[in-house]
């Protein structure tokens, strides 16, 4: 069987690997910057989080944080879970509280989504597709509600520590303990919320850095393309990137490899570009995004686990 399929697209891989052969340049290396300042954008998404609870930390570690916590999650089995640790791990040391550190984690994931699929209405829109309105308007809602849940919690603890109270009243009933057992870490970890104030402009800003995050990720395959002297619209570029960023959320593959990369290519040839030139710019781009950033990544994460013996901040 792989030997047909072989045999059948022999001639297109032949030909990418004709355009990989001479890419130009120029185009390379600004596909190489995208990425880069692609990384740096969500590692300032979540510095305006932590500096909306009056955490601050140099922008180099954030950096550092965001290219090892991406290797994490990408190459090992169960990787957001390892991402996700260690996340919480260099926020605590940054001077996070448990509270804040885990506030900023879930809101950075939703702002990053929702981005996301920001990003897919663009380009469906630019294609003049069919959107599905019930999902996007399901995921705009869910995201809201989490928002405005998150901003009721820091405004109003003491509702929250009533009803957590209750709750773990009940619990420690059925295990025959204190009625008032661990409410006093219930009461520190909502009270903790409070440092939390995110206002309207630190949101809007850490909004703008995770579509920069994604649309400079974009740019980055569209620089790879003309490098291979392929082109397509915008709108195009952008449906065949989310084509290949969905398909990232259901392979179990490390990095996705051969699932994330046929979905690109699919995405880029029914924009038009053909074959041969899709193969090689989805390689180059694949090159840049997976394996300069994957490489950087573990990396910095030796540098985070040398860092990781001095002791953790306090939070203020």
Request: charged share 10%.
């Amino acid at each position: 069987m792989f030997a047909a399929e072989l045999a059948w697209g022999w001639n297109a891989l032949a030909s990418a690997a004709a355009h990989l052969g001479a890419p130009h340049t120029g185009w390379l290396a600004a596909a190489l910057a995208a990425e880069v300042i692609s990384m740096g954008a969500y590692a300032r998404m979540q510095r305006r989080l932590l500096r909306s609870a009056g955490v601050c930390a140099p922008l180099s570690r954030h950096v550092a944080l965001a290219y090892a916590a991406h290797s994490l999650s990408v190459t090992l089995p169960g990787g957001p879970a390892f991402s996700t640790r260690l996340n919480y791990q260099q926020m605590r040391r940054f001077g996070a509280s448990p509270a804040v550190a885990s506030w900023s984690i879930a809101l950075s994931g939703i702002l990053s989504a929702t981005a996301l699929a920001v990003i897919t209405v663009a380009g469906t829109l630019g294609a003049q597709e069919t959107l599905r309105w019930p999902d996007l308007a399901g995921l705009v809602v869910a995201a809201l509600l989490v928002t405005v849940g998150v901003r009721w919690v820091v405004r109003r603890p003491h509702i929250v520590i009533r009803v957590l109270g209750a709750l773990l009243g009940l619990l420690n009933r059925v295990r025959r303990r204190s009625a008032t057992n661990g409410i006093e870490r219930v009461e520190g970890f909502v009270g903790q919320l409070r440092a939390a104030r995110l206002s309207p402009l630190q949101a809007a800003a850490a909004s703008g850095f995770a579509l920069l995050n994604w649309l400079l990720d974009a740019a980055c395959l569209g620089a790879c393309l003309l490098a291979v002297g392929g082109s397509v619209s915008p709108s195009d570029l952008l449906l065949a990137f989310c084509l290949g960023m969905a398909a990232s959320t259901i392979t179990l593959v490390p990095g996705g490899l051969g699932i994330i990369d046929s979905a690109l290519t699919l995405g880029l040839t029914t924009g038009g570009v053909g074959t041969a030139t899709a193969i090689a710019a989805v390689v180059l781009y694949r090159i840049i995004s997976f394996g300069f950033v994957i490489g950087t990544g573990w990396i910095f994460w030796l540098i985070i686990r040398r860092r990781g013996r001095t002791p953790v901040t306090s939070h203020p």
